[in-house]
């Protein structure tokens, strides 16, 4: 079983920037596409990024333009680059191929007004 290890969270005043990091336990070249989520207190966890292996990406409306997701495949890790962060992006963020890995612990954001 593949695990997933997220760091690179903090606090951080709104308009800064954090670089999320993912390391896979495996090789993630299986996985054609990775992706980061995140969990709000009281809220569903919602995928924020993805990127296929050919390093097509997607975003969530809400964070276009700010945040840049990126893989290693050689690294077995994958990125998640947030800039100009917004009291509403805090959350913990998690990294997963599609939900079919087990969850990591994932790692917090907390942006302060």
């Known amino acids: 079983q593949v695990q997933l290890v997220e760091s690179g969270g903090g606090l951080v005043q709104a308009g800064g920037s954090l670089r999320l990091s993912c390391t896979a336990s495996?090789?993630?070249?299986?996985?054609?596409?990775m992706a980061w989520y995140r969990q709000a207190p009281e809220k569903q966890r919602e995928l924020v990024a993805s990127?296929?292996?050919?390093?097509?990406?997607t975003y969530d409306d809400s964070v276009k333009g700010r945040f840049t997701i990126s893989r290693d495949n050689a690294k077995n890790s994958v990125y998640l680059q947030m800039n100009n962060l917004k009291p509403e992006d805090t959350a913990v963020y998690y990294c997963?191929?599609?939900?079919?890995?087990?969850w990591g612990q994932g790692t917090q954001v907390t942006v302060s007004s």
């Open positions: 997963n191929a599609g939900g079919i890995l087990r």
């Open positions: 495996r090789s993630i070249s299986f996985f054609h596409t």
């Open positions: 990127v296929s292996n050919s390093g097509t990406t």
